[in-house]
């Protein structure tokens, strides 16, 4: 079986057992993800506060002011959902953790509403 096809039987099984989440938000997050790892100068862990901020750009880019509509509709209204559904993708094993990550970590994020809407309109 391809490793694609293993990841998405993955994320469906996550999905099973925890249904807060819609499926394109777990592929959006795995891309914020890659794409933040690619703008690095080395490959290494990312912190939270660099992947929540990876995936405020990523989410302005793709879907400019209608980012936090499209969250809403997966299901993410908050940056601690984003620590959910990290943590979800590290129990299913698609994703690693240190010691020191802990999805408190997501908590300390941004305010929806302020960033892709407010902010984005003062671009």
Sequence with gaps: MDHLTETWKKIRAIIDKDARYKEEAYSFVMAALEESISKLSQVRHVSAAELLEGIKHYAIRQFGPMAKEVFNFWGITTTEDFGNIVFNLIDAGLLSKTEQDCIEDFAVGYD????????????
Aim: proline content about 0%; charged content about 60%.
């Design 112 to 123: 929806f509403r302020k960033i892709f809407e407010e902010d984005y309109f003062k671009r």
